[in-house]
């Protein structure tokens, strides 16, 4: 049979003319389906809510949460709660599982951790699989629950059986981890060669990653359950995703053979690993790596190789390399300090709209280092910066109307400046503000040394 979707669509539209709740759901599919569409989430809501007052569950659901995230309606989480509640009173598995996960959030109903555990309790009493792993594992660790351990391995393995996909995973660490039943490596190795599966190699790397830091799975408002760490398994794990083609498992090998942590130390193979992570990922990678020695992120900090790899994404034309290049010669990592380097690396960035390299460019020329004093120019990438929502420009701003660089003082311009920057969490720029609200109403004499106010 040949598909038709015009026909289809027809048939569907017929159906829910005809009042049915199941063609009205489908309607609603359509519509929200057509994204390049005026309005289509209204269109879509307003099918989903015929059928919603025929007490379909399913359109319940959707509509908690359209309203939820504002989806063709205004956000409203009090009516995403009413709705979803609906659904969960007819015994929707799916709406009561995210409903006791609503109450596990901030998201107008409060978290209340005993009701959204009788939600989900009520989602595996009907079998929803999610639900049983989640149950299942809250058994097994006690957690708000009379711990049964039997009860809680039953479950999470007809978690399982449903192809719930985190659940081998559950299992695994369960019998990695020897808490809750005796340490089956063997039964771990099979579930967790059961939660790589299809989906292959980056589960074999985030394998590698949680054997290598002691990671874990976190479900709701539940404590983290980690592993111990064992670097053999997680070199182990990162081999298979390597051998698979996993960029993350390339760039965790480089760096355990750049310190020999699990394995003998091996620079050639290290770098050999690094740059098949660089090959794969181009400039962002290269840049990555310059971050990555620039930092220590997992590796001897090495400032002279963060300059090879920041050179190399640079000479890409990549624009966030150019910026951390300009901040290597600005502030003389590995090098001398050359601001003029700094600023024609800056300049590079800059003229890409990197935010941060705009305010920096601003910095140099207000301070006249390595380029020519012009607080024109300064208050111009300031501002170009500061447009992207860059804190620190926004600092600056403050900075040059409060001390009239460029521009005639104005402390109502400054403070007004500061404030936005302080709105956004930057805590100097609160400082900057409360310093001048306290020297406006003469608190600390008006006359207190600037200290700390610029980026």
């Known amino acids: 049979m040949t598909a038709d979707p015009q026909k289809a669509e027809k048939l569907v539209g017929d159906s829910a003319g005809r009042g049915s709740a199941l063609g009205q759901i489908f309607e609603g599919h359509f519509h929200a389906l057509k994204s390049g569409e005026k309005d ?4 879509a809501f307003n099918w989903y809510q015929k059928a919603a007052d025929q007490n379909a569950p399913y359109a319940e659901q959707i509509l908690s949460c359209y309203y939820a995230y504002g989806m063709g ?62 149950v299942g594992s809250a058994l097994l660790t006690g ?15 007809e978690a399982d059986s449903q192809g719930v996909s985190t659940a081998p995973f559950e299992l695994g660490l369960v019998y990695e981890m020897g808490e809750e039943v005796p340490r089956d490596q063997a039964k771990a190795g ?91 990922g181009g400039a962002q990678a290269e840049d990555f790596l310059g971050l990555t020695f620039e930092n220590g992120w997992g590796v001897d ?29 600005h502030h003389g990592r ?3 300090k050359d601001y003029a380097q700094a600023a024609q690396w800056y300049r590079k960035a800059a003229d890409q709209g990197n935010a941060p390299a705009q305010n920096d460019m601003g910095y140099l020329l207000r301070h006249g280092w390595g380029l020519p004093l012009d607080y024109a120019q300064a208050i111009e990438w300031f501002k170009k910066s500061a447009a992207q929502g860059n804190v620190h420009a926004m600092n600056n701003m403050g900075f040059v109307y409060e ?21 956004k969490g930057y805590q100097r720029a609160l400082r900057n503000y409360q310093r001048l609200q306290r020297k406006n109403s003469k608190e600390d004499g008006g006359d207190e040394e600037l200290r700390n106010i610029h980026s």
Not at 99 to 126: C, F, P, R
Not at 226 to 237: H, I, N, S, Y
Not at 403 to 423: F, H, L
Request: hydrophobic share 35%.
């Open 334 to 336: 590995g090098v001398d």
């Open 403 to 423: 001390r009239g660089r460029g521009v005639n003082p104005d402390m109502g311009e400054a403070m007004k400046w500061y404030k936005e920057a302080a709105d």
């Open 143 to 157: 957690f708000n629950i009379a711990k049964d351990t039997a009860k809680g391995l039953r479950d999470l393995e």
């Open 40 to 43: 289509h989430f209204q269109e």
């Open 190 to 280: 099979k579930y967790f060669g059961e939660y790589v599966g299809q989906a292959g190699k980056e589960r074999e790397a985030y394998l590698g990653w949680c054997f290598e830091k002691g990671g874990g799975v976190l479900q709701y408002y539940a404590p983290l359950r980690l592993m111990k760490p064992d670097l053999t398994q997680a070199v182990q794990w990162y081999q298979r995703a390597a051998d698979d083609g996993s960029p993350l498992a390339w760039l965790q090998l480089g760096k355990l053979y750049s310190r020999g942590a699990g394995v003998s130390k091996d620079p050639s193979r290290s770098e050999d690993y690094f740059q098949k992570y660089a090959d794969e």
């Open 301 to 329: 900090q090495d400032y002279d190789k963060a300059l090879d790899w920041f050179r190399k994404a640079a000479e890409k034309d990549y624009a966030w390399a150019e910026f951390h290049l300009g901040t290597m010669y």
């Open 73 to 134: 309606v205004s956000q409203d989480y009090s009516k995403a709660l009413e709705w979803m509640r609906k659904a969960a009173d007819q015994g929707w598995g799916l709406a009561q599982c995210e409903l006791g996960q609503m109450y596990s959030h901030e998201t107008g109903s409060g978290v209340d951790v005993n009701t959204s555990l009788q939600w989900i309790q009520k989602a595996a009493d009907n079998g929803y699989g999610p639900a049983l792993e989640f």
